[in-house]
């Protein structure tokens, strides 16, 4: 059978209960591998280029190696700090990255945006900001994709709404959701980094835990969560 003529993964077919039983306790590379195989097409990463999405992005990238690289959706919220975006730019050039950067429609700096939707739109309405650079650019990239199945960087530890996180889920829209670092602890992640050089943004060496748009974004503080 050639590779046009397989037959594309249904999220909506697969036994979720048991496929997280078997890769529970698996490494993160072997769910990866999973959905390597079984999503030859429809397979995206979405990536903020944290730390956990870098260590994602080496294991396709470096360790296994898809015959047609999996894309790498970014959205370029316009309000990031200058380290992330040089982090992607270093990252697209060392590992050649298949990557989609997708921004909210019509505005392509911070000063436009604040032209156009008001000075500081996360103080004043912190949901409609993230609708506008996040929640909207990821639906539509993902659809322009053709994304069956979509890989994020999220873990249980990270966040008390995640403890029971699946690492595989179907969202929404019907696709396959992966978490393959679901069961890992922040320590493994920069274990990991650091074993194998993996590139990651210099702000986590400033005391930032989590790495989001600048405006939102502090270092971590005694008793907060990532």
């Not at 004043?124 to 639906?139: R, S």
């Amino acid at each position: 059978m050639t590779r046009s003529a397989r037959p594309l993964l249904q999220p909506a077919s697969l036994d979720l209960k048991k496929l997280n039983q078997k890769f529970e306790k698996l490494h993160p590379k072997d769910i990866l591998a999973w959905c390597v195989t079984n999503v030859p097409e429809g397979l995206v990463q979405a990536s903020a280029f944290s730390v956990d999405d870098m260590l994602i992005t080496d294991l396709l990238y470096r360790e296994l190696q898809p015959e047609h690289p999996v894309p790498v959706l970014f959205l370029d919220t316009l309000h990031h700090f200058p380290q992330t975006i040089e982090l992607v730019a270093h990252a697209r050039e060392l590992y050649h990255l298949n990557l989609k950067v997708y921004k909210i429609k019509g505005v392509n700096s911070r000063k436009a945006f604040a032209t156009k939707y008001g000075e500081a739109l996360w103080d004043k309405d912190v949901t409609k900001f993230h609708h506008l650079t996040k929640v909207e650019p990821l639906q539509r990239g993902l659809r322009e994709l053709g994304t069956i199945a979509w890989i994020t960087g999220r873990r249980r530890e990270q966040a008390e709404t995640r403890t029971e996180m699946p690492i595989f889920e179907v969202d929404a829209e019907q696709r396959l959701q992966v978490n393959p670092l679901a069961n890992w602890t922040r320590k493994e992640t920069w274990a990991y980094v650091f074993e194998h050089d993996v590139i990651y943004n210099p702000l986590y060496d400033q005391g930032y835990s989590s790495i989001g748009d600048e405006p939102l974004t502090t270092p971590i503080q005694p008793g907060e969560t990532e």
